[in-house]
């Protein structure tokens, strides 16, 4: 477990540097950090997935209507 140490004031620094708190100095627990293996290689997949198709779409939605324009433009 990793823990942070947090003032329950303010914090002020005195001529030596120190830091120092108006209330108290409490150990406050911190979240478990990130880690990629606890990720489902089934939904990373189905994400980027959604992701691709997405960009696809705008894509070639962008496209069609350059064409358009590009038709109407020459005719």
Avoid: N
């Avoid at 293996?37 to 496209?63: K, N, R």
């Amino acid at each position: 477990m990793t823990y942070a140490l947090t003032c329950d004031g303010t914090v002020s620094v005195d001529a030596g540097g120190a830091p120092l708190c108006s209330g108290g100095w409490v150990l406050v627990q911190l979240p478990e950090q990130f880690d990629p293996s606890q990720l489902d290689p089934a939904v990373l997949a189905q994400v980027f997935g959604i992701g691709f198709t997405l960009v696809t779409t705008v894509l070639l939605i962008g496209i069609g209507c350059k064409a358009v324009l590009d038709f109407l433009k020459h005719a």
